[in-house]
Every structure is written in structure tokens, then in C-alpha cells.
């Protein structure tokens, strides 16, 4: 099974907690984190792709052939593709993703790379971050 993930969604997976713009969104997301957290989660191979991924999927954002808030989307994810030291169109399993964002992804970097995003004001994923 490979997922695709755009790079910000890596922080996104380590961070959620069942919320999201729809319930589409919600039950595509939380279909994607059972796989991750099932017993092989980690050996999940994931490819960074820079546009629509799997998350998107079911976003009611997803125009059908981008994001439609593709301009704030890029900057978020060029700023965690920089930090996660991705590049695009790499594969990674889950768990070498995540034992890159505990490297990489300080508490101060996660302010920095997710300064203009919706979701940072919840604290659900420097919670996630600590506990990682
Ligand atoms: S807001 Fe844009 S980048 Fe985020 S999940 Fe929806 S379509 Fe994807």
C-alpha cells in the first residue's frame, strides 16, 4: 500500500485528532491514520508528491485539479519540505518519516513552518510533536 502524502501533511498525520474541513475529509483522514497506526504502519510507503495527495481526496478545498488555496499551500509546504529535508518525489516508509520529523521538526520550527496555518492555534500537534 503507498500513500501520498504533499509535505506539510506529514506534521498533519503526526497531529490529528479526528478534525477537519468535512466529514468526508474527516473519514478519508481517518481511514489513512488506521493504516498508519496499525500494527505494520510504519513500514507504510509514502510518496511526497507537491500537489493533491491522498488527504486532499476527500477535501471539499480540492478543486478537482488543485487546491483552491493552492497559493498559501505551496509557502506551508515548501516550508516542511525544506525542514523534513524532502524532496519531492521521494518514498519513505512511515516510520523513517516520523523519525524525521522528531529530528528535524523542533517545537520552534513547527511555529515557523505552520505560522500561517488554520489548525496551529488548537496545540494539537505540539502535542503530538512532545509526545512523539
Ligand atoms: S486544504 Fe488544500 S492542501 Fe489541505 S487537504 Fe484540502 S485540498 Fe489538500
Redesign the pocket.
Known sequence: MKIKF?PHHFLCAVGYEGKG?SAGFIKNFTRIMRILNSENGDNTIIKVVSK??D??YS?P??SGTN???QAK?EALDEAHRKILKLNIGETLTWGDAKNRIKKYMTIENHHIACAKCEWLKYGMCERKLRDL
Open positions: 504533499r474541513y493533491l495527495d488527504v486532499c477535501c478545498h480540492n487546491c483552491k488555496e499551500i
